[in-house]
């Protein structure tokens, strides 16, 4: 039965390093691109056959290999674990692991076997391989806690009145989106939040241990609902669903690719998980699927493929289940490269979020084309002419395109001469003439308007249904200024979120000023590399949420959230 152990946990070793490798059950290739653990399950099969041979000195010796070779592996799996992106595979290659030593130092020290146990044998290695499978499904397991707590599907709130309640965050902001029934908020380490998803403080601090965390708040009372963390690692995208039923959270794998977790926005549960060969791989969300660049192979230079880069097509996940929609492949002589999905906006602004219709810009020899994909059968609904990526003299006008999904759900804006604003469902266009800068980062679902930039600072909202350009109103006199602070506008109203004295304040048009607390400041001398909220411009945050008007800033830490109502 000893034998038997080791030849068991041998299979689980070669089994976990197949299904890191090719992602057959989780995400693929962030255990085994470690050369050291890759070393070290080496070391640790060869000394498991070593104690296979009969001579004492064989299976002595494998026993000792085998003690030091899984004391190395078990350390950099935990490791691994802790990190919060290990994979199903770690668990397995625990268990295996456990199994080559354990029977290898039986062997070395114990008397040699008698006679052969095969029904012993049998269950044991049956044994094992339930252990694997449970251990993969355990270790892989995000931490979450919920409460449970029934999800009241309040009215979106986009005026100010009083403070209905406020939540002490426990650590500094860095993002909150309106989910049903209220708001997810992201709890970040301290230290500056960069582009570069790995980086970390560099104390020991505790916020270091428990990386990035997303509490959901009820809106109407400002309680929590569910929490998530993904071990010690940085959410690099937040997104909601345009109806808020759903939350996509996106976290970069060592390897470049990133872990996308669809969670339920009422419980936190976790509805599916996929990865993208790339950063920034969603492209779309709907209220019905998830869209995944899916790899095509390289294709060729010429003026039509991408200049020689990765093409990709579509793939769409059903939100409800998981399970695949449908596959899209851009047509002949058209290409999804690279330089289309991961550059939508400031980083994590990549994912086109509007409803039933899921907006996909190709490149199509020297232009640009936007289509329209019916979200729940892949079909081509309508296509619309970009604007020249390529002039006649051969000069590339961008790398990149502007384009983001204006908080109605319903549209996209296109930057361009002119920029304009397309449908979704039906790709009708509104020019917006005029338009120059505007603020991807800053749009999020609900009644607002995205805003027009005029020397990086907002002085008009764009109206998504006339693309009539609108200039903000006048300031009333007071300490409340929109270059010190942050502005939203609704078709009824304009709000602006600033710092008045040592502390902030919320006007509606002209006025009075709501007074908040938003927690002590930052450390002294932190505020010039603390980084702005994940994928804005801005230190403040205004965000229109079921039961609340929800209000936040990255300038101080510990951050206080604050519900208006």
Request: glycine share 14%; hydrophobic share 45%; aromatic share 2%.
């Given at each position: 039965m000893r034998a038997a152990a080791v030849v068991v946990g041998l299979v689980l070793l070669v089994v976990g390093v197949v299904l890191d490798r090719a992602g057959w059950w989780g995400w693929a290739g962030e255990l085994t691109d470690d050369?050291?653990?890759?070393?070290?399950?080496?070391?640790?099969?060869?000394?498991?056959?070593?104690?296979r041979v009969d001579a004492v000195w064989a299976r002595r010796s494998g026993a000792v290999g085998a003690v030091v070779a899984g004391a190395v592996t078990v350390v950099l799996l935990?490791?691994?674990?802790?990190?919060?992106?290990?994979?199903?595979?770690?668990?397995?290659?625990?268990?295996?692991?456990?199994?080559?030593?354990?029977?290898?130092?039986?062997?070395?020290?114990?008397?040699?076997?008698?006679?052969?146990?095969?029904?012993?044998?049998?269950?044991?290695?049956?044994?094992?391989?339930?252990?694997?499978?449970?251990?993969?499904?355990?270790v892989d397991a995000p931490t979450r806690t919920t409460t449970d707590a029934p999800v009241i599907d309040a009215a979106v709130v986009a005026g100010t009145g009083t403070v209905r309640w406020t939540y002490p965050v426990g650590g500094p902001v860095?993002?909150?989106?309106?989910?049903?029934?209220?708001?997810?908020?992201?709890?970040?380490?301290?230290?500056?939040?960069?582009?570069?998803?790995?980086?970390?403080?560099?104390?020991?601090?505790?916020?270091?241990?428990?990386?990035?965390?997303?509490?959901?708040?009820?809106?109407?009372?400002g309680t929590p609902r569910w929490t998530f963390r993904q071990g010690r690692q940085r959410v690099d995208a937040l997104v909601p669903s345009p109806g808020g039923g759903v939350l996509a959270v996106s976290?970069?794998?060592?390897?470049?690719?990133?872990?996308?977790?669809?969670?339920?926005?009422?419980?936190?549960?976790?509805?599916?998980?996929?990865?993208?060969?790339?950063?920034?791989?969603?492209?779309?969300l709907t209220d019905r699927v998830l869209t995944v660049l899916d790899p095509r192979g390289t294709a060729a230079?010429?003026?039509?493929?991408?200049?020689?880069?990765?093409?990709?097509?579509?793939v769409a996940y059903r939100l409800d289940d998981g399970a695949r929609a449908w596959t899209w492949d851009p047509p002949p002589g058209c290409a999804l490269g690279v330089p289309w999905s991961p550059t939508l906006g400031p980083p994590g602004r990549w994912t086109l979020a509007v409803r039933e219709v899921g907006v996909t810009p190709v490149d199509c020899g020297d232009d640009r084309v936007l289509t329209g994909l019916d979200d729940s059968t892949g079909a081509v609904r309508w296509t619309l002419p970009g604007i020249p990526r390529v002039t006649p003299d051969g000069r590339t006008v961008a790398v990149e395109p502007t384009l983001t999904a204006l908080p109605d759900g319903g549209s996209v804006l296109v930057g361009g001469s002119p920029a304009q604003v397309v449908d979704a469902a039906t790709g009708a266009t509104?020019?917006?003439?005029?338009?120059?800068?505007?603020?991807?980062?800053?749009?999020?679902?609900?009644?607002?308007?995205a805003l027009a930039l005029t020397d990086g600072e907002p002085r008009s909202s764009i109206d998504a249904r006339t693309g009539a350009i609108l200039p903000l109103?006048?300031?009333?006199?007071?300490?409340c200024s929109t270059p010190q602070g942050a502005v939203a506008v609704t078709d009824t109203a304009t709000l602006r979120l600033c710092g008045v004295g040592a502390g902030f304040g919320l006007r509606l048009d002209a006025g009075p000023v709501l007074p908040l607390d938003l927690g002590p400041p930052a450390l002294s001398g932190s505020d010039s590399t603390r980084d702005t909220l994940l994928y804005r411009r801005s230190e403040y945050v205004i965000v229109p949420a079921p039961g609340a008007l929800v209000v936040a800033t990255t300038r101080t830490d510990p951050a206080t959230l604050v519900g208006v109502a």
């Open positions: 050369s050291l653990l890759v070393t070290a399950l080496v070391v640790l099969a060869v000394a498991g056959l070593l104690t935990v490791d691994g674990i802790a990190e919060g992106l290990p994979g199903p595979a770690a668990g397995v290659l625990l268990v295996g692991t456990a199994a080559v030593v354990v029977a290898a130092v039986a062997l070395a020290v114990g008397p040699p076997p008698r006679r052969r146990r095969p029904l012993a044998g049998a269950a044991l290695a049956v044994g094992l391989l339930a252990a694997a499978t449970v251990a993969g499904s355990v860095a993002d909150v989106v309106p989910v049903r029934g209220g708001v997810a908020v992201l709890r970040g380490p301290d230290g500056p939040r960069t582009d570069a998803p790995f980086d970390r403080p560099s104390d020991d601090s505790d916020d270091d241990e428990r990386g990035d965390e997303i509490v959901a708040l009820d809106g109407t009372t976290h970069v794998l060592p390897g470049g690719g990133a872990l996308v977790t669809v969670l339920d926005a009422a419980t936190g549960a976790t509805r599916f998980t996929v990865t993208t060969p790339i950063r920034r791989g969603v492209l779309q230079g010429d003026s039509s493929s991408s200049r020689g880069e990765e093409t990709y097509g579509l509104r020019p917006v003439p005029g338009l120059g800068e505007f603020d991807l980062g800053a749009v999020r679902p609900g009644p607002v308007r109103p006048a300031e009333a006199p007071g300490e």
